[in-house]
Nanobody, 121 residues
């Protein structure tokens, strides 16, 4: 009923930038928190950045000062601007949203399929 589709991943050299986008579609009545997680090979999925419906943000310590999360509520879209990328940022990045589906009474958590970000030396 609700889908999240990420875009913007790819290969970039260390020190470069990428911008990820994630658009939510489907039977959406409201979206609460949105955010980005990542999972590197052999590691657990971790929170990168989150943003509430009113724009309050939080970041993992490892990306503070380099990454910026933002959202466009009118477009049901969340973005992740990644600057000064490092090889250790290499991972599959997943979009996440807490969504109230039209006609339902409770919020559900929805995940995108992920987009690969590779940062070379």
């Amino acid at each position: 009923q609700v889908q999240l589709v990420e875009s913007g991943g790819g290969l970039v050299q260390a020190g470069g930038s990428l911008r990820l986008s994630c658009a939510a579609s489907g039977s959406i009545f409201n979206i609460n928190d949105m955010g980005w997680f990542r999972q590197a090979p052999g590691k657990q999925r971790e929170l990168v950045a989150g943003i509430t419906s009113v724009g309050i943000t939080n970041y993992a310590d490892s990306v503070k000062g380099r990454f910026t999360v933002s959202r466009d509520n009118a477009k049901n879209t969340v973005y992740l601007q990644m600057n000064s990328l490092k090889p250790e940022d290499t991972a599959v990045y997943y979009c996440n949203a807490v969504v109230l589906v039209s006609g339902r009474l409770t919020y559900i958590e929805v995940w995108g399929r992920g987009t690969l970000v590779t940062v070379s030396e």
